[in-house]
């Protein structure tokens, strides 16, 4: 089992900047992949970023330029920093771990809330 967990968050202005971090914790040595994701009200779960073991990082097109993940692996910890917030990227965002480079996720934080005001 891996345990994930998520403090930060918080209300930051539009135009700021805020960096989530993820601790891993358990059986991480069976992790191969780590994403964030994030759910605004009355939508559906989106992928943010994702970054392998070996650091390679991945991005969708519409998260690209103002999200960065990265991890330290001294920590078994994972970031988020996320820059240039715009309103719409409020959302509950969660760090989320896979065993394998495809498929489903199989490890879920609990969530933290990031509210961006105008």
């Known amino acids: 089992q891996v345990q994930l967990v998520e403090p930060g968050g918080g209300l930051v202005q539009a135009g700021g900047s805020l960096r989530l971090s993820c601790a891993a914790s358990?059986?991480?040595?069976?992790?191969?992949?780590m994403g964030w994701f994030r759910q605004a009200p009355g939508k559906q779960r989106e992928l943010v970023a994702a970054?392998?073991?070996?650091?390679?990082?991945s991005y969708p097109d519409s998260m690209k330029g103002r999200f960065t993940i990265s991890r330290d692996s001294a920590k078994n910890t994972v970031y988020l920093q996320m820059n240039s917030l715009k309103p719409e990227d409020t959302a509950v965002y969660y760090c989320?771990?896979?065993?394998?480079?495809?498929?489903?996720?199989?490890?879920w934080g609990q969530g933290t809330q990031v509210t961006v005001s105008s």
């Open positions: 989320a771990a896979r065993r394998n480079l495809s498929g489903k996720y199989d490890y």
């Open positions: 358990g059986s991480i040595f069976s992790i191969n992949l």
């Open positions: 970054i392998t073991s070996g650091g390679s990082t």
